[in-house]
């Protein structure tokens, strides 16, 4: 789809993405010819109230997206068209309709404090219908348990002012100034309470939480009009809110892989595999989710994915820097990892949160085997980049098994895949060719694409494909024996840490 970028309004104007991240805030101005002219970021606080509890203050969230576009647009000189949100998803929040004051922190997707209810809840029998409906699985991972966590547990009242909403609809409704309560598929799909085959919520999975259905938002096409900026924000009133996805599909959609068998790897906190499956749902697969890819415009069908997700890859790289202190910045972990040949027959399985695709234990907690007087810095580094590969491998050798479909491309992005060294480990375990596009900010050309799109600032799919350009290709190494071997080897470092910390 080598097409150039039609643009029907001026192209001397961009769409604003906001990136609202687990770790951080972006705002990104990208043209009309696909390209990214300004980021600005800001972190914010990770909370660890109690050990595998992760919360976000999303005040501070908030404030952290201001500060963000007022310096985005102190710079730009042409107009904005559009704003398009991409977002951490299964993250949820909780806040007052009347005062559009946060009600509890946010309950961050790697938060583990509802292990014990979804263990209840699959003893009750219910992983039939979890699966049936939202194509997910009964884990924390998810929304559904943490909003009623919050509502049992956490001090929140189900009155009619509660609003409930993952953090796209959060940024809405303070961009808006509450004007509206909303979010889209890709988001909805990921909190076990949306039925992917009927678009709409479900009201057997918000009986079954004791999530009032009232209080959730209102589910809208992916690119489409959800409303437009007040006068209190940033940017200023007026400007038209477009596009939104949850991070993986927005990644997905940046990828421009719009085809069936089309597949992309985002390396960020976690890793996240998804595959095109095209516009019938699929029957639910052990091992992966199927989420809702995206919507383009109400009279448009769906386009569905089969999902991975590993709960962590780039956050391994945060605790040896923060946890260890072997490291001082992110970026040495690539030149250290490709100073030693190999790992000594050290294996690094970051089960910090437990463990996702395909495994999907809750309980498990991570784990180093095979150290030795003779481990270093180096072998620990790159014993985490490897861990990085071995964890898509498993997803990849699920998907393909599941989908019938042999890949012959895996296309990446995330701040890791600028590591020859990962792509190239991660080529020979897969077996396929692994493709890194010049550019690395996917996620966001994702949702500026579909807010673009709904604004008419390009015409289709197909137009916006010509942003997509290969940086560098990764072939394997036809032999497969060594790869095989070393995952042998990394599948038993996986049993050991399995069923750790218990229920």
Known sequence: MNVSPTCIVSAMAFVVALDAGTTGVRAMAVTASGSIERIKYREFTQHFPQPGWVEHDLDEIWSGIQTVIAELVAELDEPVVAIGITNQRETVAAWDRRTGQPLHRAIVWQDRRTAEVCDRLEADGNLELVRRTSGLVLDPYFSGTKFAWLLERGGVAADEHLALGTIDSWLIWKLTDGAVHVTEPSNASRTMLFDIRSLQW???????????????????????????TAGTTALGPGIPISGVAGDQQAALFGQACFEPGMTKNTYGTGSFVLMNVG?????????????????????????????????????????????????????????????????????????????????????????????????????????????????????????????????????????????????????????????????????????????????????????????????????????????????????????????????
């Not at 964890?391 to 050798?397: I, S």
């Not at 799919?461 to 032999?479: H, L, N, R, Y």
């Open 202 to 228: 479900s009201k057997e999975m918000c009986s079954l939480l004791g999530v009032p259905i009232e209080a959730l938002p209102e589910v809208s096409p992916s690119s489409g009009r959800f409303g437009v």
């Open 279 to 503: 516009q019938v749902c699929p029957e639910p697969v052990e091992g992966l989710l199927t989420t809702v890819a995206w919507t383009l415009g109400a009279d448009q069908p769906a386009s569905y994915a089969y999902e991975g997700a590993i709960f962590v890859t780039g956050a391994a790289i945060q605790w040896l820097r923060d946890g260890l202190d072997l490291i001082e910045d992110a970026a040495e972990i690539g030149p250290l990892a490709a100073s030693v040949p190999d790992t000594g027959d050290v294996y690094v399985v970051p089960a910090f949160a437990g463990l996702g695709s395909p495994w999907w234990d809750p309980y498990a907690r991570g784990a180093i085997v095979g150290l030795t007087r003779g481990t270093g810095r180096a072998e620990l580094a790159r014993a985490v980049v490897e861990a990085m590969a071995y964890q898509t491998r498993d997803v990849v050798d699920a998907m393909t098994a599941a989908s019938g479909q042999t890949l012959a491309e895996v296309r990446v992005d995330g701040g890791a895949s600028v590591m020859d060294l990962l792509l190239q480990f991660q080529a020979d375990q897969l077996g396929v060719t692994v493709s890194r596009p010049r550019s690395q900010e996917t996620t966001a050309l994702g949702a500026a694409y579909l807010a673009g799109l709904a604004e008419s600032f390009w015409q289709s799919p197909a137009s916006v494909s010509a942003g997509w350009e290969i940086d560098k290709i990764f072939e394997p190494d036809p032999d497969r024996t060594t790869a095989d071997r070393l995952h042998g080897r990394w599948l038993e470092a996986v049993d050991r840490s399995r069923g750790w910390a218990g229920p």
